[in-house]
């Protein structure tokens, strides 16, 4: 069993930012479905993404016309109402995460590494510190749950699915954060490293997108640990 240090005031303080942004996230996700669901029983598709539902919402909140019975109007402007509060809630809690993450200097190392913004960089130094409870990087990746099951028998090494045995946030912002990195290679190839182009060849997206946050979370154990920003190896 691993366990972090205890944690200080001030790293509860951020996390009481993180387990509310979490929860206005998971309820905006609710409300964004609901609509979708609603409205598409009238003919009325709304594409996929935040942007498109957000958008919707707003038009519905100013009365663009859309032709639909006078009691479903009632019930889906009201939901699209809520949905851009919440919206502006959680915009807010995101400017008080990068506020905070601004005073604090191991959040702001965190940020040089690839796929790292304020919101990850702090709930990460929230919730582990300096990180020096971890022995090695694989074991600070394999308690957030990255690391692949061993099934090795007879002699034969083989590994199975990630473990998801450790800190379900954390993982999830990883993820979320290597996801947005190969969407962003698939625009600018030509700014992706080596190392994740030929992931990315060789493996599906999904998996590849795992591994990309394995390895980023053994890249944050080293900044942590060492105090000093993430610099990429130079091939010579």
Known sequence: MRFVEMKSAEQQAILCQHRAREMMVGQRTQLSNTIRGLIGEFGITIRKGLESIRNFAQSIKDDNGYDLPDVALSVITSLCQQLLFLHARILRLDKAITTTAKMDHRIKLLQTIPGIGPVNASAIVATVGSAHQ?????????WIGLTPLNKSSGGKERLGKISRMGD??????????????VRAAGTRP?????????????????????AMANKTARIIWAVLTRNEPYAPRVAI
């Open 134 to 142: 971890f022995k090695s990087g694989r074991d600070f990746a394999a």
């Open 168 to 181: 379900q946030y954390l993982r999830k912002l990883l993820v979320l954060g290597m996801t947005a990195r």
């Open 190 to 210: 030509e700014r992706v490293d080596p190392w994740t182009a030929a992931i990315l060849e060789r493996k599906p997206v999904r998996v590849a997108t795992v």
